[in-house]
């Protein structure tokens, strides 16, 4: 059990007098696992402010530790120092309010398309009378365009279809915030785009899923997707190296706007910074 | 592609030619069965020879199991009854024994597979008392039940629980790390995670130990009955041993020899019924 730090009770708006008080607040987090004989750095000194509504993307090398500072917010990682408030309570354990859409799916593979959303719907939304649990489970495939695929099992589907079945599982129990973890990184390009289109649509579709938090190796995905791109140094003991705002408009349209200067620069100076 | 044309028609084959070939493709997967038995039939004829008629010939042997086989729920009192009886006894023995043991693994393997600590305490009492042959358990058993029956199938419960448990750690502890954090994320409450999750996922494995429980138990209850008397395959065994009858000896090795078998496939069908659905089959 990693050592509580103490919970501020009232989020911190001193500094920033004009934002409204941040969904999620990192401060100088940082992880360490044992090794043998001592301990191996993985993150440090992590700030790092999320607000409401924010689309933000990690990206890094492999082993920069994004993902670890993914699970961290899911809960499904411990810290080892600094403290994470979200809504301004420490995060202590998973909670559907930060959903997670997994890299390789993690459907349960012996359940149907419809049990895998409906078990999450059925587990999380304990006010909903049962006929509203299968209204939405039903609403929510439908959104993803899996209606007719139901009832078939997870091993029956293409790559693109179980990352729809999860992205649908995790909207479906209308977390705050979304977590996704290299969602999109097992798949072909052509599925890839159409599955950055929908979850965008998903995403500003749903009010009650405002912000949305990406780990991906993707640059252009990162620009498409993200309001702020996270970049990492490289690890092991990797920290924030900087943090690039997308000063795009959206709705964003990918094709007009990868001819773009903001969009030429925003990825050269993306490769520049990873590349260094 | 002229030739192709030419093959086209010979594809639809006649009714006779369609047997022919049945018949050649269940040939092509008996024969070698058939080439084993025979080298088996031929060492054990050559082994029945050099014992100088001690060693019952295969052919005394099948006209004693002929004769045992066809009328096998005979009964005349306590020491003769048919082998069908005895094998009947036998069996549910094992399933009674079995059954308990495995109501014990299942649930002990599933807590062990997922508490560190508990495989920690545990993992050395397992270990030491798993090489024990179980039979070495039959005169507790007899001492508390008063009954050689009964006390043969607490044996069986000892013998069929190391398997099942072992592989119900095993399984537990390989659930993927994935399926767990799904769900803790979706707080999926502990009833939730044990049947939508931890069984299905462990369940492979689940069914490994219990088929590795039953092909233990079946070797233990000859052994175990031999002890005990009264009835079961153990049983007739030695009592044909005693009357001097080793036609009749063998005729039962054959029938525990196949009935294992028969226990054995059963678990490898429900094993491939299962795999079948859970990838999205029927």
């Given at each position: 059990?990693?050592?509580?730090?103490?919970?501020?009770?009232?989020?911190?708006?001193?500094?920033?007098?004009?934002?409204?008080?941040?969904?999620?607040?990192?401060?100088?987090?940082?992880?360490?696992?044992?090794?043998?004989?001592?301990?191996?750095?993985?993150?440090?000194?992590?700030?790092?402010?999320?607000?409401?509504?924010?689309?933000?993307?990690?990206?890094?090398?492999?082993?920069?530790?994004?993902?670890?500072?993914?699970?961290?917010?899911?809960?499904?990682?411990?810290?080892?120092?600094?403290?994470?408030?979200?809504?301004?309570?420490?995060?202590?354990?998973?909670?559907?309010?930060?959903?997670?859409?997994?890299?390789?799916?993690?459907?349960?593979?012996?359940?149907?398309?419809?049990?895998?959303?409906?078990?999450?719907?059925?587990?999380?939304?304990?006010?909903?009378?049962?006929?509203?649990?299968?209204?939405?489970?039903?609403?929510?495939?439908?959104?993803?365009?899996?209606?007719?695929?139901?009832?078939?099992?997870?091993?029956?589907?293409?790559?693109?279809?179980?990352?729809?079945?999860?992205?649908?599982?995790?909207?479906?129990?209308?977390?705050?915030?979304?977590?996704?973890?290299?969602?999109?990184?097992?798949?072909?390009?052509?599925?890839?785009?159409?599955?950055?289109?929908?979850?965008?649509?998903?995403?500003?579709?749903?009010?009650?899923?405002?912000?949305?938090?990406?780990?991906?190796?993707?640059?252009?995905?990162?620009?498409?997707?993200?309001?702020?791109?996270?970049?990492?140094?490289?690890?092991?003991?990797?920290?924030?190296?900087?943090?690039?705002?997308?000063?795009?408009?959206?709705?964003?349209?990918?094709?007009?706007?990868?001819?773009?200067?903001?969009?030429?620069?925003?990825?050269?100076?993306?490769?520049?910074?990873?590349?260094? | 592609?002229?030739?192709?044309?030419?093959?086209?028609?010979?594809?639809?084959?006649?009714?006779?030619?369609?047997?022919?070939?049945?018949?050649?493709?269940?040939?092509?997967?008996?024969?070698?069965?058939?080439?084993?038995?025979?080298?088996?039939?031929?060492?054990?004829?050559?082994?029945?020879?050099?014992?100088?008629?001690?060693?019952?010939?295969?052919?005394?042997?099948?006209?004693?199991?002929?004769?045992?086989?066809?009328?096998?729920?005979?009964?005349?009192?306590?020491?003769?009854?048919?082998?069908?009886?005895?094998?009947?006894?036998?069996?549910?023995?094992?399933?009674?024994?079995?059954?308990?043991?495995?109501?014990?693994?299942?649930?002990?393997g599933?807590l062990l597979g997922s508490s560190a600590a508990l495989r920690k305490m545990l993992a050395p009492v397992i270990?030491?008392?798993?090489?024990?042959?179980?039979?070495?358990?039959?005169?507790?058993?007899?001492?508390?039940?008063?009954?050689?029956?009964?006390?043969?199938?607490?044996?069986?419960?000892?013998?069929?629980?190391?398997?099942?448990?072992?592989?119900?750690t095993m399984?537990v502890q390989?659930?993927?790390?994935?399926?767990?954090?799904?769900?803790?994320?979706?707080?999926?409450?502990?009833?939730?995670?044990?049947?939508?999750?931890?069984?299905?996922?462990?369940?492979?494995?689940?069914?490994?130990?219990?088929?590795?429980?039953?092909?233990?138990?079946?070797?233990?209850?000859?052994?175990?009955?031999?002890?005990?008397?009264?009835?079961?395959?153990?049983?007739?065994?030695?009592?044909?041993?005693?009357?001097?009858?080793?036609?009749?000896?063998?005729?039962?090795?054959?029938?525990?020899?196949?009935?294992?078998?028969?226990?054995?496939?059963?678990?490898?069908?429900?094993?491939?019924?299962?795999?079948?659905?859970?990838?999205?089959?029927?």
């Amino acid at each position: 059990m990693a050592p509580r730090l103490l919970p501020r009770t009232t989020p911190n708006t001193a500094i920033l007098p004009m934002e409204p008080a941040p969904l999620l607040e990192i401060s100088s987090v940082g992880k360490n696992y044992p090794s043998g004989q001592g301990q191996i750095n993985i993150l440090h000194d992590i700030d790092l402010t999320i607000q409401s509504g924010e689309f933000i993307s990690f990206i890094g090398h492999s082993g920069c530790g994004k993902s670890t500072l993914l699970n961290m917010i899911a809960g499904l990682t411990s810290i080892s120092t600094g403290t994470m408030l979200f809504d301004g309570k420490s995060i202590a354990a998973p909670s559907p309010e930060r959903a997670m859409v997994f890299q390789h799916y993690s459907l349960l593979p012996w359940l149907s398309v419809y049990q895998n959303v409906y078990e999450a719907v059925d587990s999380v939304q304990t006010e909903m009378s049962k006929a509203e649990r299968k209204a939405l489970t039903n609403d929510v495939l439908a959104r993803v365009g899996l209606s007719n695929h139901m009832h078939k099992k997870p091993m029956q589907l293409s790559g693109g279809m179980r990352q729809r079945v999860a992205i649908a599982r995790a909207f479906a129990v209308h977390p705050r915030m979304l977590l996704l973890d290299e969602p999109f990184g097992a798949l072909d390009a052509l599925t890839r785009g159409s599955l950055q289109e929908e979850l965008l649509g998903l995403w500003s579709g749903d009010a009650r899923t405002e912000t949305v938090v990406m780990v991906t190796h993707d640059i252009d995905e990162a620009i498409y997707l993200s309001d702020r791109i996270v970049v990492f140094s490289d690890g092991p003991g990797a920290t924030i190296k900087e943090v690039i705002t997308v000063d795009l408009p959206r709705p964003r349209d990918k094709q007009s706007l990868m001819n773009s200067p903001t969009w030429n620069n925003l990825r050269t100076h993306l490769l520049l910074s990873l590349h260094c | 592609m002229a030739q192709m044309i030419e093959v086209i028609p010979r594809r639809e084959s006649s009714a006779p030619t369609l047997i022919r070939r049945w018949l050649n493709a269940i040939w092509q997967t008996l024969s070698p069965v058939l080439m084993g038995m025979l080298i088996l039939a031929g060492l054990w004829q050559v082994a029945a020879w050099i014992s100088g008629g001690t060693l019952p010939t295969p052919l005394a042997t099948a006209s004693t199991l002929r004769e045992l086989l066809s009328d096998p729920f005979y009964d005349n009192g306590p020491n003769d009854k048919g082998i069908g009886i005895q094998l009947m006894a036998s069996l549910g023995r094992v399933f009674t024994g079995w059954g308990i043991g495995i109501a014990i693994a299942i649930p002990l393997g599933m807590l062990l597979g997922s508490s560190a600590a508990l495989r920690k305490m545990l993992a050395p009492v397992i270990e030491i008392l798993r090489p024990v042959s179980p039979l070495a358990w039959y005169p507790l058993g007899l001492a508390v039940l008063h009954n050689a029956p009964k006390a043969v199938v607490f044996a069986i419960v000892i013998t069929s629980l190391w398997p099942t448990l072992v592989n119900t750690t095993m399984g537990v502890q390989n659930i993927p790390a994935d399926l767990k954090a799904v769900s803790k994320v979706f707080r999926f409450s502990r009833w939730r995670y044990i049947s939508k999750v931890l069984l299905p996922a462990a369940f492979p494995a689940i069914l490994t130990g219990m088929r590795l429980s039953m092909g233990i138990a079946w070797m233990v209850i000859v052994a175990g009955e031999m002890l005990a008397g009264g009835t079961g395959l153990g049983f007739f065994v030695w009592d044909s041993w005693n009357a001097l009858s080793l036609e009749r000896v063998m005729s039962a090795i054959l029938v525990i020899g196949i009935t294992g078998l028969a226990l054995d496939r059963l678990f490898s069908l429900i094993g491939q019924r299962m795999a079948a659905w859970q990838e999205g089959g029927h």
